[in-house]
């Protein structure tokens, strides 16, 4: 068999890459941006490009991971979007208002 096994309880950071035949063990963790080469040991924390060990878990990651925003960065984040859609919309009506204006950016 080609294809990575990834076993229970384990966490993969984002943009981690795990090519060929490897396996991941029991409740490790893959950190994000990792090239992964080589199997991962259960309950064993890995990170680089080529991934190395970095240390141990104590729990399965996947689970003890907050899944949640905190509500004063989530305020910001909405407030940050609301100002960028309100900015875009006041660009689109000038642009209708001047057609014969250039607006490139």
């Known amino acids: 068999d080609r294809h990575p096994k990834v076993r229970h309880g384990c966490l993969i950071g984002a943009h981690a890459a795990i090519l060929g035949n490897i396996e991941i063990g029991h409740s490790s963790l893959v950190a994000a941006g990792s090239l992964v080469l080589k199997d991962v040991g259960k309950r064993t924390m890995v990170a680089g ?55 490139t950016i």
Not at 56 to 81: L, Q, Y
């Open 49 to 103: 490009s080529p991934a190395k060990v970095v240390g141990v878990t104590s729990s399965e990651p996947s689970r003890s991971m907050i899944h949640e925003i905190k509500s004063e960065v989530r305020g910001k984040f909405c407030k940050d979007w609301e100002d960028a859609v309100q900015q875009e919309t006041q660009r689109e009506k000038a642009m209708r208002d001047n057609p014969t204006m250039d607006w």
